[in-house]
């Protein structure tokens, strides 16, 4: 049982380069979102869905798009990175309609913009 | 606004002692939840114990309890027996009702307690 899959791991990028961060799960959960975790700040929500091809922003949605075509993935695209986007990055998805479903989490990737 | 607060950036406790590590929210919404997630130094963020704001009782799972105090507006997480493997980073976060007929999928973090148990 795979869960949340996040691929890469790790990631290294220049300024101006643009990525996509892959997030899939087989759980067959409605509800995906992408979050950032800086030092200090906590998680912080980027964008979420509430199923395939209904997506919305979170608290920083600057600098990223996303898109939801299936039920198990959701990608989130970086056009062009910038320094302050440097931090590690979590997927996570649950069963939607309720307040009460934990949400469940990718392994994280670690992202540096130089 | 709905928001979390977590006061305590980072505690220590000794082994096989209770610990308490205090979060208060801010929401107008009547219905929500509130959950704790475990961050060990690994990486991975790991669901711990959920509160309704309707459930009449505090929640419980194993060694973990929830102090939930509704008018006060906090919902503070017990941890009884410490385990050095509980050493981590922890989160309190809670999801409102939202606007697709059931809740929103805004999950709202605290910035964490760091818990170091000392043997």
């Known amino acids: 049982n795979a869960g949340v899959t996040q691929t890469p791991k790790f990631q290294v990028l220049k300024t101006g380069q643009s990525m996509t961060l892959q997030c899939a799960q087989d759980m067959n959960h409605e509800y995906m979102s992408w979050y950032r975790q800086d030092p200090g700040m906590g998680l912080r929500l980027i964008h979420y869905?509430?199923?395939?091809?209904?997506?919305d922003q979170g608290e920083v949605p600057n600098g990223y798009n996303v898109s939801r075509s299936t039920t198990e993935d959701f990608p989130l695209r970086l056009l062009s990175a910038a320094p302050s986007q440097t931090s590690v990055y979590f997927c996570?998805?649950?069963?939607?309609?309720?307040?009460?479903?934990?949400?469940?989490f990718g392994q994280g990737t670690r992202l540096t913009v130089v | 606004a709905q928001k979390i607060t977590q006061t305590q950036p980072g505690m220590f406790v000794q082994e096989k002692e209770a610990v308490t590590l205090d979060c208060t929210y801010d929401t107008s919404d009547p219905s929500y939840g509130l959950f704790w997630y475990k961050q060990p130094s690994s990486g991975e963020m790991i669901f711990l114990i959920y509160q309704g704001s309707y459930d009449q009782q505090n929640a419980t799972e194993g060694r973990y309890s929830l102090n939930f105090q509704k008018a006060r507006k906090s919902a503070n997480l017990v941890i009884s027996a410490s385990q050095l493997g509980d050493s981590a980073m922890y989160f309190c976060?809670?999801?409102?009702?939202?606007?697709?007929?059931?809740?929103?999928?805004?999950?709202?973090f605290g910035t964490g307690t760091l818990l170091a148990v000392q043997p």
């Open positions: 976060a809670m999801r409102e009702r939202g606007n697709y007929g059931g809740a929103t999928n805004k999950l709202i």
């Open positions: 869905s509430v199923g395939a091809g209904i997506t």
């Open positions: 996570a998805s649950r069963v939607g309609g309720t307040v009460n479903t934990e949400a469940f």
